[in-house]
């Protein structure tokens, strides 16, 4: 399937392509955007303007055509809440159709929740109860879920073009930003409950991704996406404190803020500041990828009956593949790995958030002989940094690319490319896994995958590792104690590695 999905929001248009496999897998083609604010003055006069129509129209005229030349078996498009609220939303729907040939499927605000779940629910791997909260330019849904199971779906008119054209302001007053707050929470009161949100919280919306843009700006984290990026409460709070009191003129220089929204982003960063605070979520985690991977996914189920199941490791092992790494010794590797990283998490308090990282570098360490042999640890990291891996965010891929950075080669330090976006408790993770991992990769120093099973643990200053397999087993030994150094490093012990025939 080749499935062309158009979502149709209050203040932007966009397009996506995507190459649907048999087996799940899914590869984007093209993307296209278009700002044609449809939203805009609808909660005043009850109509789409006859301006921002014509865009549209146009707009979709054009991403219909590319679809097709593009060879799309499936165009599906989605309209939310501008063209749902409008007095003369259908007939805009029957114009369309009429120019450019597409049907616009004009969704509840519970469906336009559904499909934000189950973007956010696959491009971040989440799994159990889940919250998401998505803001458009027209309306705000909250989802409650376990799984992909909606328990609850509620949508308000609080979107960030309705809010701005009622709420306004250069700067905005604080009598204005007091009315502002109490209206978000009076919707928010009457439809949402603490009590309603445990698990996960994830935000999409174009409110979201910007404001998630300005914090990392902010933090001088230079991140190839916001992905997966947890916007913390202070954080988001704080902002909030910041962009109230500005100008339209001091927003233009703000970084990662686009000049599209400028005059959005000042009620957008409060209706998500109070919606984090009613569920007292510790933050929300970033979905980038919006409403049309929901659109999508849709698609799939409708057409096969099943949703693709979200498995991060099948997108690493994708990666592997498209850069022809070597499959044997990757997974003996990340085997060795996950078994050294079990046995030392409870002597070492190894975080178990940190596993999916290490098997994830294991698994594409070398990956870099696709560029060149000599120092293809170096060039494991730039592809792997510069790489899109669903269900991992953009700060646990830099991460991931770090790890495997130094499975071989110098030792962390500052100063190294690699660990330059990283903040300390990060760099500190990096070199963890990255001891781990560079022992596991001299286990497999002949790559014959001899060791069968290991033991690890802690006596005293040392570190024993007990490995069996297929003799003989001195190239792994003499493998892995080559690369204890990080590991001794770390954690100041000593390293021995034994076998039935040698030790060190």
């Known amino acids: 399937m080749r499935v062309a999905a158009i979502d149709i929001g209050s203040n932007s248009i966009r397009l996506m392509i995507v190459d649907v496999s048999v087996g799940g897998r899914r590869v984007t083609l093209d993307e296209e955007k278009a700002y044609a604010r449809l939203g805009r003055g609808v909660h005043e006069t009850g109509l789409l303007s006859d301006e921002a129509m014509d865009a549209a129209v146009a707009v979709l005229g054009r991403m219909v055509r590319l679809a097709r030349e593009r060879s799309a078996t499936h165009i599906r498009a989605v309209a939310t809440a501008a063209v749902r609220e409008a007095a003369n939303g259908a007939a805009f729907a029957d114009r369309v159709r009429r120019e450019t040939g597409l049907r616009i499927d004009v969704i509840t605000g519970e469906h336009e929740g559904r499909l934000a779940l189950l973007s956010a629910i696959d491009g971040l791997a989440l799994s159990g109860e889940v919250s998401v909260v998505d803001i458009g330019g027209g309306s705000v849904e909250v989802v409650h879920a376990t799984g992909t199971q909606v328990e609850r779906a509620v949508s308000m008119p609080l979107g960030a073009v309705v809010l701005s054209g009622r709420f306004g302001g250069d700067p905005m007053s604080a009598d204005t930003h007091k009315r502002l707050t109490q209206h978000v929470r009076d919707a928010l009161d009457t439809q949402l409950s603490p ?3 445990t698990g996960a919280l994830a935000g ?7 404001l998630a843009a300005m914090i990392a700006a902010g933090r001088d984290l230079e991140l ?3 992905h997966g990026f947890e916007i913390v409460s202070a954080d988001l709070h704080e902002l909030r404190s910041v962009l109230v009191r500005s100008t339209a003129r001091e927003r233009t220089r703000m970084s990662g803020l686009s000049q599209s929204r400028v005059d959005l982003i000042v009620c957008g960063a409060v209706v998500l500041d109070e919606v984090v605070r009613m569920l007292g979520a510790h933050g929300v985690v970033v979905n980038a990828r919006g409403m049309r991977e929901g659109i999508v996914l849709e698609v799939v189920e409708r057409e096969r009956g099943i949703l693709p ?16 790494y070597d499959a044997a010794h990757a997974e003996h590797v990340r085997y060795l790995a996950l078994r050294l990283f079990d046995d030392l998490a409870p002597q070492l308090d190894l975080d178990a958030e940190g596993r999916p990282l290490l098997e994830a570098a294991a698994l594409l360490h070398d990956v870099g002989h696709h560029v060149a042999q000599a120092d293809h640890h170096k060039h494991s990291h730039h592809l792997i940094a510069h790489a899109d891996i669903p269900g991992f965010s953009a700060l646990e891929v830099l991460v991931v690319a770090a790890v495997a950075r130094y499975h071989k080669g110098a030792l962390p330090k500052p100063g190294h490319e690699a660990l330059e976006p990283l903040d300390p408790g990060e760099v500190t993770l990096v070199a963890r896994l990255a001891a781990i991992l560079r022992l596991a990769d001299g286990l497999d120093r002949s790559r014959g995958q001899r060791v069968h099973a290991l033991t690890a643990s802690i006596a005293g200053d040392r570190l024993v590792v007990r490995i069996e397999g297929r003799h003989p087993l001195d190239i792994e030994i003499h493998g892995a104690a080559r690369k204890a150094d990080l590991a001794e490093r770390v954690w100041d012990v000593k390293v021995d590695v034994l076998g039935d025939e040698a030790s060190h």
């Open 195 to 197: 009590a309603e949100h």
């Open 309 to 324: 199941v979200a498995d991060r490791m099948r997108s690493v092992r994708e990666l592997g593949r498209r850069y022809g």
């Open 204 to 210: 999409s919306g174009g409110t979201i991704t910007t």
């Open 224 to 226: 190839p996406g916001v």
